[in-house]
């Protein structure tokens, strides 16, 4: 039976949704991957939120798409717009976990995989901001070691040279940053396959 993945999260996701369409002829349809034995689904959600507000990630709105999509796993890319106004970065590993375990019990998900945060070159003074970034990772990475439905996924590629791989907004992946990001997501999607069971009853597709 086919595997579902949902990749879930801000406006990376976003970006990375349109990245594969504009370049299914380059391979990317469906993440570059085997669509008869995953078919993958986004979700993202520009300047979306963990926290409480107008683009909140966690709204119901929002959270329907897990329900009616009942994927086996789910990458997720939150918390570097909450990390702009929160001067307790470890507040945001613990958030970002605590929705990941929300996920897995209440929509019984088999697996969450955690994408790690991203720096940003807009914010001032920068190296602030990448702190947290650092120090969110790190909480992150060990708040899931040794746990077998959720992983902290580190994205190879993207730390080294950061600000050549961003837009002029120094946030976003330019085109090169997206495709090392498209392929970090795909090797996330791809390894998780493996280790989820599809004993989930498969439903229509949806578009928000």
């Not at 375990?101 to 190296?127: F, M, T, W």
């Not at 120090?135 to 050549?164: C, M, Q, Y």
């Not at 330019?174 to 396959?193: F, H, K, P, T, W």
């Amino acid at each position: 039976m086919v595997r579902r993945a949902l990749i879930f999260g801000n406006s990376f996701i976003r970006r990375l949704e349109t990245f594969t369409h504009e370049n299914c002829d380059r391979g990317w349809l469906n993440l570059g991957l085997d669509g008869t034995d995953i078919q993958v689904e986004f979700f993202g959600l520009g300047g979306g939120t963990l926290r409480p507000g107008n683009k909140c990630v966690q709204k119901q709105q929002y959270m329907h798409i897990i329900e009616e999509y009942m994927p086996h796993s789910v990458f997720l890319q939150v918390g570097g717009n909450d990390l702009s106004s929160e001067n307790e970065p470890v507040k945001i590993a613990r958030d970002i976990s605590v929705f990941a375990d929300y996920i897995i019990n209440c929509y019984h998900v088999n697996h969450v995989v955690i994408g790690q945060l991203l720096p940003r070159y807009s914010e001032r003074p920068e190296a602030y901001y990448n702190n947290k970034v650092y120090i969110v990772n790190k909480e992150l990475s060990h708040l899931v070691k040794e746990r077998d439905n959720a992983t902290f996924w580190h994205h190879r590629g993207l730390w080294k040279n950061t600000p050549d791989l961003l837009l002029k907004d120094k946030v976003h992946l330019n085109d090169e940053g997206m495709e090392i990001y498209a392929r970090s997501v795909r090797a996330a999607v791809g390894s998780l396959s493996r280790t989820c069971n599809v004993e989930q009853t498969c439903v229509a597709n949806y578009r928000l």
